[in-house]
């Protein structure tokens, strides 16, 4: 194997691939063969269902033959009679007919189901000496029925095929039962035609089949394995694989019903699997080896190639192994790698890899140490304000990071602007020192402290400032310009300066300095110190607006006083305002009563327009009245009446009639009731049709006249009741015609009296007139779910503004009639309360009630809880108004379900109360 | 790995190897039926024959359709309806969302046109073919639309029936957009709102339905529908042991025994809408008398005509109504055959010379087969001899269907043997059409016992003034009680309508008006 060694990776790779590629091939070939003997097997599978229903069609048209001979026999002429006359002349006709039908077991019973005689047709007695007819068979011929059953009997399915013996009318004379058991004869039919075994099963046991054993003996108990005759019993057919007498086969089974759909047995046929089975284990063998063999050899070669890979990849693997748990020092040794393959190249690539990984680790934790102080730096500054806070804690962060000597921070003051807005140009900046942090001074710098270390260093912050450009000095002492500065402010080193921008203005610089001892500022720390810049630019921004705001902040609040001030004045002239509006409240009021007036237009118009509507439709059912009327008249007109009789009826119509038709529709019950009570008297006078008319009678209601029609109905019931019916309904729609026009005319008479103008002008008057005007105009609103109850009590008249007072009532009944929200009792009660000399008006509903807390405002004008739009919150207000007018007064008393107001008004009248008042004041001014 | 995987691999190849291979099944939800006969045409305003209206019903629908196992109504296409105007006035609220299968919504336009192309001459949609309208809706004045979803219709008179006829097929609500568009060729273009959507139609070969993705009610779970027309009978049965088809129609009488014998076979049946009858000229003497006409009942011997001639697919009638019916009464007297009762009532009929035995009558028999009567001259000869049995002599007269009917509508006959199927599969299209007179009759004239009964007519007219279901069912019950005790007729039987299916066939609807609904059929495989 020594040429292994000598040959590349890739020729290595190669071997082992082709080597691979053995597998797929093998098993290709495993399942290209498994495809054909799947086909095999389905082909198989199919020849056995095909088997199967060519095997079920030959029982069941052997079965239906069987039908038809029975029914065939039964219908030979003089089979009848002779069944009545007995076995000579029942033989003869036997005798006769027999020869034509196929091996089978005859029978003849008569009407009364008797057997009268039994032949064995084409076979022998012993074969179908012992099969019984079952009662059911025969029974079923005795009711007329051709029927063709199987049952099981004697171990076996037997085929029973009935007939009725009738003659020419039909009138049953006997049966015929043509019976056929499902036998070894039967079986080897089957198997003749089909050719393939059958076996044939009486419910689940086996009874019999075409197998014969070595012998030549018949096969009888093979039963069918498992749940097999379960499933198949259950109306399954199913194929299994069994082996009889040495042999395997695939048997279909089906399941074979009686008559009424009962599964009584199964059929099934054997198709033999010994040329399948035989090819199948040839090719199983013959795969099975060759797979082995080629899997042995290619496990082999793997083996051997696998074991020349993985020796150095296993060292690479160690040494990575090594590198990832943090040893880096970890070499390679070049002995360890083949120096002829790629493997070698790698190991010694790798481990050039690890020294510079090495190295850039350092670099790395380096890196990562001033990210953290960088962080730590910026949080800082965010957490801060105050500027004065910020750029100390920036001035930290950069000593501690760069690790310098000294940090300084310098701002540039405001640059000073020209007349024109502009910056002055070539303007030296001014700058003045932020914050800075010395090595040689333990505290942050103040006041003195702080000019005395940084002053020397100003020109150069200046200069770093002016030329918006970092400076980096690697050695003071080499940079003459500065070195006398530099070492004044304690800096024998490296010198690192950078300006901190915002926008396009520099607003401040950073200088940090390092001792001789300390190394040289890199250009990392450069642009280190140049992010620090960027964050203390910002910070400086941000911690100047916020000053900013915080000044705007105290001015507004100064504004805000101010204008209390301002509004507290106003607030008094709105008061004074306000005192005017309750000025105007009387011209309100009346607005308000006009809009009203509006509404209740729209309410009227839709009550006339219900009565119209019912106008309407009257008109219409008239017309249609008139047709039918002419119709049944005509219908009456042919009636044999008498002349006088015709009058009489007539007459009698035109009284009934319009009586009839004003009459108040009975309850149901009571329908049924007068139609039972005159149906029955109808059909005691002899009248035809007594039921439809006495229905007649009482839809009109008509019970009470039946005396008076009774010799009419007679005659010619259906029509008189017709035409009564008809001249009925003529009536009624007429009277509904009548009625809404009452309807029409009492809106339009209420609201004439609501509404009429005369202001202010004292009437006597009965308030129940009043309140009554006013729920017909209500009546809109009241009609679906309000129930009104009245409850009036003994009033006199009284003097009052007639038209004012309905709009009392109108706003309190109008109240309560939102407060019930559509559904609820509205009670109304009026009560004279004679010893103080006034009556009172009750509202009351059983609504939700007024909560405590408003109700010492609802008399308020404006005041409303009803949504915006809803109302103007006048409503109670004039209420008050009103009935203070007439020297009454207006009280509330609410709880949940009963909320009533009470208007007390004085027998007096108004006018009583002027004079009360006037009498007052003359005695005053007395 | 790669040793243990290619191991594995070959373990499963060779498990596949001798698993049993089970025969393939046939995976798309389409079902194949077996006709004797090619569909004529799809507009459900002309068709006739039984082949077409059964297609039309799958992919029409109606205002109202009738419930799944009787002719009770239920909503359809309208949701709800109200009756005004003393039942002059139909107002039907329209199902809200339905559309069309070209697309066009079902609206009330959708339905004025389906309505009024039949019943305007001058529609621009009418065709002269549309024969059904002067039979069954003549009484109709008026379809209009109220709004979009609101249609009112005005008949005549008060007709509580008319919301029967309207389940009926000639009142399908067929889109407009499709009738507009293909005018007379409509009828091979069908559009409706149904649960099948029409697909393709090979004349003489098939007619292929699918499911119709938008249906607003239960989605049927078959999605192809294919009606194949095989003649031969036989020919239908092989394909439908063999699973070619898996309904069979018309089953020849002698093979019904196979099928339900056979194992993967299952016989579907139902009693149809239909009577088959023998009237007795009661405006002639003897069939005047009511004892005679009850003795003419116990003569005859329904039960082995029932199960001999017509192969058992029939129910013994007990009166005219089927039992599938609104109203039917199960309690109405069933006279028994009887011939020695029979006798003695004739014996005592001809002692007070209301019945001279010694005359004979005329017995006619129609030639023509019918669904409701096979085989009717047979019948005819079994009732021959029953009658001869207690003592009536007749002379049996058979003619061709067309003959029969107007020498019967004549009056030529004592008795004859007559028959009658459900138009609308209301009551009063029996009972008001067969038993009474009435010139507002809707639908032909056929009271061929010339029976006239005041109480009948009374509670015929009522009922179909009535329109409380309960209330009518009472009013037709009586109406079936008058009539078997005034026994106008020897009623002999309601057939039945037999189909073969596959057992793996599942929900089929059989229906007393002698269709198939296929709405919630599916194949279980």
């Known amino acids: ?926 | 790995m790669a040793r243990a995987g290619a191991a594995f691999a070959l373990l499963l190849v060779g498990c596949n190897l001798f698993g049993s291979a089970e025969p393939r099944t046939r995976r798309e939800s389409a079902l194949v039926v077996g006709k004797a006969r090619d569909v004529i045409g799809l507009d459900p305003a002309r068709v006739s024959d039984d082949e077409s209206v059964e297609v039309c019903e799958q992919i029409y629908e109606h205002l109202v359709r009738y419930a799944p196992d009787s002719t009770a109504i239920e909503p359809a296409l309208a949701v709800s309806w109200d009756v005004f105007d003393n039942g002059q006035t139909w107002v039907f609220r329209l199902r809200d969302g339905v559309t069309f299968h070209d697309g066009t919504p079902m609206d009330a336009d959708a339905v004025v046109l389906s309505l009024e192309r039949q019943r305007d001459p001058f529609h621009p949609s009418h065709e002269p073919d549309f024969i059904y309208w002067r039979d069954q809706y003549s009484y109709i004045e008026k379809i209009e639309k109220v709004d979009r979803l609101t249609v009112r219709i005005k008949i005549e008179r008060s007709y509580a029936p008319f919301l029967s006829s309207l389940a009926m097929f000639p009142a399908a609500i067929v889109s407009p957009e499709a009738v507009k568009k293909w005018g007379k060729e409509f009828p091979k273009h069908p559009v409706g709102t149904g649960p099948f959507r029409f697909a393709s139609w090979t004349p003489g070969d098939r007619v292929v339905l699918e499911r119709n993705p938008g249906y607003w009610g239960a989605a049927p779970p078959l999605e192809r529908i294919v009606f194949r027309s095989i003649p031969d009978a036989r020919q239908r049965l092989v394909a439908l042991e063999g699973g070619a088809i898996e309904v069979a129609y018309a089953i020849l009488p002698e093979e019904l025994q196979y099928v339900k014998l056979h194992p993967d076979l299952t016989l579907h049946h139902v009693a149809v809408a239909n009577v088959a009858y023998v009237a007795m000229n009661t405006q002639r003497p003897p069939w005047n008398d009511i004892e005679v006409r009850q003795a003419v009942n116990l003569a005859v011997n329904k039960v082995p005509i029932v199960r001999l001639l017509y192969q058992g697919l029939a129910v013994p009638a007990r009166g005219p109504v089927p039992p599938s019916l609104l109203g039917y009464a199960p309690d109405a007297t069933d006279y028994p055959y009887d011939p020695d009762q029979a006798r003695t009532i004739l014996a005592a009929a001809a002692a007070r010379g209301a019945f001279d035995p010694a005359r004979r009558f005329s017995l006619y028999i129609p030639r023509t087969p019918r669904s409701y009567l096979p085989e009717p001259e047979q019948v005819g000869r079994v009732l021959q001899r029953n009658l001869e049995e207690v003592g009536i002599q007749t002379d049996v007269v058979v003619q061709e269907f067309g003959a029969h009917q107007a020498d019967c509508l004549a009056g030529k006959h004592d008795l004859c043997l007559y028959g009658w199927t459900a138009d609308n599969g209301d009551p009063d299209n029996f009972l008001k059409i067969l038993l009474d007179r009435d010139e507002l009759r809707v639908g032909p004239e056929q009271n061929i016992a010339f029976y006239r009964n005041a109480e009948l007519h009374g509670l015929l007219t009522y009922a179909e003034e009535t329109f409380e279901q309960k209330e009518r069912a009472e009013f037709y019950r009586r109406a079936q009680l008058i009539v078997a005790r005034e026994a106008p007729w020897v009623p002999l039987a309601h057939s039945e309508l037999a189909v073969a299916a596959r057992n793996e066939v599942k929900g089929l609807m059989l229906h007393p008006t002698a269709t198939v609904y296929y709405q919630a059929a599916w194949v279980e495989r």
């Not at chain 1, 020869?99 to 029978?107: D, Q, Y």
């Not at chain 1, 970092?470 to 006398?484: K, L, N, S, Y």
Request: aromatic share 4%.
């Open chain 1, 1 to 926: 194997m020594s040429f292994l060694k000598r040959l590349r990776l890739g020729h290595k790779l190669a071997l082992s691939l082709s080597m691979a590629a053995l597998l797929p091939v093998a098993a290709a070939a495993v399942v290209s063969v498994s495809i054909v003997l799947r086909g095999l097997e389905r082909g198989l599978a199919e020849q056995t269902t095909r088997q199967l229903r060519v095997g079920m069609n030959l029982v069941l048209r052997t079965v239906e033959r069987l039908g038809g001979d029975a029914q065939r026999l039964a219908s030979t002429p003089g089979l009848g009679a002779a069944v009545g006359q007995g076995e000579p002349a029942l033989g003869e006709v036997l005798t006769r007919e027999l020869p034509h039908l196929p091996s089978a077991m005859v029978r003849v019973a008569d009407d009364k189901g008797h057997i009268v005689a039994q032949r064995a047709v084409g076979g022998d007695e012993p074969r179908f000496g012992d099969i019984g007819v079952p009662a059911a068979v025969v029974e079923a011929g005795l009711a007329y029925e051709r029927r063709v059953t199987l049952t099981p009997g004697q171990g076996m399915l037997v085929v029973h095929a009935v007939a009725p013996i009738v003659d020419p009318s039909l009138a049953l004379r006997g049966v015929v039962v043509v019976s056929l058991p499902l036998d070894g004869d039967f079986a080897d039919g089957i198997k003749g035609a089909l050719g393939t075994d059958v076996l044939i099963y009486a419910g689940a046991d086996p009874a019999m089949s075409s197998f014969l054993d070595h012998d030549g003996a018949r096969l009888h108990g093979l039963s069918a394995p498992g749940d097999v005759a379960e499933r198949v019993l259950a109306g399954g057919t199913l194929q299994i694989r069994a082996t009889i007498a040495g042999e395997e086969f695939s048997l279909g089974y089906a399941p074979l019903k009686d008559i009424d759909g009962k599964h009584v047995g199964m059929l099934a046929v054997a198709v033999g699997r010994g040329a399948l089975a035989g090819a199948k284990n040839a090719a199983f063998r013959s795969l099975t080896l060759g797979a082995a063999g080629a899997i042995a050899f290619a496990l082999a070669l793997a083996g051997l190639l696998t074991r020349r890979l993985s020796r150095p990849i296993g060292r690479l693997h160690a040494g990575a192994l090594a590198i990832a748990r943090g040893e880096l020092d970890t070499r390679l040794t070049q002995t360890d790698a083949d120096p002829g393959d790629e493997i070698g190249d790698l190991a010694r690539a790798f481990t050039q890899m690890t020294a510079s990984l090495r190295e850039n680790q350092d670099r790395l934790a380096a890196r990562m140490r001033e990210i953290v102080a960088l962080h730590e730096a910026g949080r800082a500054v965010s957490s801060v304000l105050g500027v004065d806070e910020v750029l100390r804690k920036i001035v930290d962060s950069i000593a501690r990071v760069l690790d310098t000597r000294l940090a300084a921070l310098w701002l540039v003051d405001a640059p000073r602007l020209t007349d024109d807005g502009e910056i002055v140009p070539e303007d030296r900046p001014t700058l003045r020192i932020g914050a800075a942090r010395s090595k040689g001074i333990e505290r942050p710098l103040e006041g003195q402290g702080i000019l005395d270390v940084t002053e020397p260093l100003s020109d150069f912050a200046t200069e770093v400032a002016r030329d918006r450009f970092p400076v980096r000095i690697d050695d003071v002492d080499e940079a003459p310009r500065f070195r006398t500065a530099a070492r004044a402010a304690g800096i024998d080193g490296s010198l690192l300066a950078v300006p901190l921008e915002r926008g396009n203005l520099v607003v401040g610089v950073l200088v940090v300095g390092r001792a001789v001892t300390a190394p040289p500022f890199t250009g990392a720390d450069e642009s280190l110190l140049s992010t620090f810049a960027d964050q203390a630019a910002t910070a400086i921004e941000n911690a100047r607006l916020y000053e900013e705001v915080r000044a705007f902040s105290e001015e507004l609040e100064e504004k805000v006083r101010l204008r209390t001030r301002e509004l507290t004045s106003m607030n008094a002239e709105l008061g004074r305002a306000i005192g005017e509006l309750r000025d105007t409240q009387a011209q309100l009021v009346f607005s308000e009563r006009m809009a009203g007036l509006g509404s209740l237009v729209a309410g009227v118009a839709h009550e006339i327009n219900s009565p119209s509507a019912a106008i309407r439709g009257s008109v219409d059912a008239l017309s249609e009245n008139v047709r039918r009327l002419a119709k049944t008249a005509r219908e009456v007109g042919e009636l044999p009446l008498s002349d006088d009789d015709r009058k009489r009826f007539l007459a009698l119509a035109e009284e009934l009639a319009p009586r009839l038709a004003e009459k108040r529709v009975g309850s149901p019950a009571a329908l049924r009731r007068h139609a039972r009570q005159v149906v029955a008297r109808l059909a005691a006078a002899g009248i035809t049709g007594a039921e439809v008319a006495g229905r007649g009678l009482v839809e009109i209601g008509a019970e009470d006249d039946l005396e008076a029609l009774l010799p009419l109905l007679a005659v010619g019931a259906p029509a008189i009741v017709r035409y009564l019916r008809e001249y009925t309904y003529l009536h009624r729609n007429a009277f509904g015609i009548d009625n809404a026009i009452r309807q029409i005319q009492r809106i339009v008479g209420a609201l004439k009296s609501y509404s009429h103008l005369d202001q202010a002008k004292v009437e006597v008057t009965d308030l129940h007139e009043g309140i009554e005007n006013t729920l017909t105009i209500l009546h809109h609103e009241l009609k679906y779910g309000i129930q009104i109850t009245r409850k009036y009590g003994h009033l006199p008249t009284v003097p009052v503004y007639v038209d004012e007072l309905n709009q009392v009532w109108t706003n309190l009944i109008h109240n309560a009639a939102q407060a019930l929200r559509g559904k609820g009792e509205i009670v109304i009660e009026t009560e004279l309360d004679e010893p103080a000399g006034m009556v009172r008006v009750k509202v009351i509903d059983d609504g939700p009630g007024i909560p405590t807390e408003i109700r010492e405002r609802i008399f308020e004008p404006f005041f409303t809880t009803k949504a915006k739009g809803e109302g103007t919150g006048l409503g109670l207000g004039i209420v008050r108004k009103i009935v203070d007018k007439h020297g009454g007064t207006v009280s509330l008393d609410s709880a949940e379900g009963r909320t009533c107001f009470t208007v007390s008004l004085l027998v007096s009248g108004p006018k009583a109360k002027i004079a009360e008042e006037e009498a007052g004041q003359g005695a005053q001014v007395a």
